[in-house]
């Protein structure tokens, strides 16, 4: 799998609790790839783009390594992304 919608790697990667709040956070405009706001939940992401995300008054900023078929527990959701915020690059 090379790209995956933004909705489901947000959901895969354990970011928001539901699909439907997912999409609802992107299409609020809460969500920027690569520095671009993006109001698409379709819209694929790649492995290296990087995601900007505002949640609960705060700020994570993730960079997409890898993709999952289905939606795992913490452990399995943990490798999907690099956290940019704490420095583990």
């Known amino acids: 799998m090379e790209r995956q919608?933004?909705?489901k790697w947000l959901w895969h990667a354990r970011v928001v609790?539901?699909?439907t709040s997912a999409a609802a956070l992107v299409e609020?405009?809460?969500?920027?790839i690569n520095g671009v706001r993006e109001k698409?939940?379709?819209?694929?992401?790649?492995?290296g783009?990087?995601?900007t995300i505002a949640l609960d008054?705060?700020?994570r900023i993730l960079k997409v390594v890898g993709f999952?078929?289905?939606r795992g527990d913490a452990t399995a959701a943990r490798v999907l992304y690099d956290d940019l915020q704490n420095g583990k690059q």
């Open 5 to 7: 919608r933004l909705d």
């Open 17 to 19: 609790k539901a699909r």
């Open 28 to 32: 609020a405009g809460h969500v920027r």
């Open 40 to 47: 698409a939940p379709g819209h694929a992401v790649k492995v």
């Open 49 to 51: 783009d990087v995601l």
């Open 57 to 59: 008054r705060n700020v």
């Open 68 to 70: 999952s078929e289905r």
